[in-house]
Nanobody, 125 residues
């Protein structure tokens, strides 16, 4: 089992920045991928960015590329999402999730067994 706890959400003006954290506990993440998804009201949950725990390969949705950065701290077992140049369309509940690397596409919500509770990000115009 892996437990994930997000933090760092809040209200920010357009153009501002926020940093989200996803703290993991329980099983090792050495063969896992940690991913951030987001879900806006009335919309499906969508992939934002992912990082492979071992090796650190990263992946980004086109909508956030160049503005968001994912990183990890091995000693703290924490994944960070640095969000810059925020736009109103970034408003959503942000979730971190974890999957073993062999669990299929990183973009598919159903492939993830472990989820955090979510943290709200609101960007005002």
């Amino acid at each position: 089992q892996v437990q994930l706890v997000e933090s760092g959400g809040g209200l920010v003006q357009a153009g501002g920045s926020l940093r989200l954290s996803c703290a993991a506990s329980g099983r090792t993440l050495s063969n896992a991928r940690v991913t951030w998804f987001r879900q806006a009201p009335g919309k499906e949950r969508e992939f934002v960015t992912a990082i492979n725990w071992s090796g650190g390969s990263t992946y980004y949705a086109d909508s956030v590329k160049g503005r968001f950065t994912i990183s990890r701290d091995n000693t703290k077992k924490t994944v960070y999402l640095e969000m810059n140049s925020l736009k109103p369309e970034d408003t959503a509940v942000y979730y971190c999730a974890a999957q073993p690397l062999y669990s299929g596409s990183k973009y598919v919500v159903a492939n993830y067994d472990y989820w955090g509770q979510g943290t709200q990000v609101t960007v005002s115009s």
